[in-house]
């Protein structure tokens, strides 16, 4: 499973941060990125969370 963040939609909300920091880091801005485009199984569960409750939908999962 693959992670991307869309910059022009990131708000700053952190909330993908807050539930999966493994594999989202914010920057000096608050924006959001990726540290782990291609998420481990083990984090699969918990990176989708965070899809599902950014505000902003600005996290895309790739199956
Ligand atoms: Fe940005 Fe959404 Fe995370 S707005 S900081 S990608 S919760």
């Known amino acids: 499973m693959r992670v991307a963040v869309d910059a022009d939609r ?11 920091p493994e594999v989202f880091e914010l920057d000096d801005e608050g924006h ?18 965070a899809a599902t409750n950014c505000p902003e939908r600005a996290i895309r999962v790739d199956a």
Do not use: M
């Open 10 to 20: 990131c708000e700053g909300h952190a909330r993908c941060w807050s539930i999966c």
């Open 32 to 49: 959001a990125f990726v540290l782990q485009p291609e998420v481990p199984a083990g984090l699969e569960a918990q990176a989708r969370e």
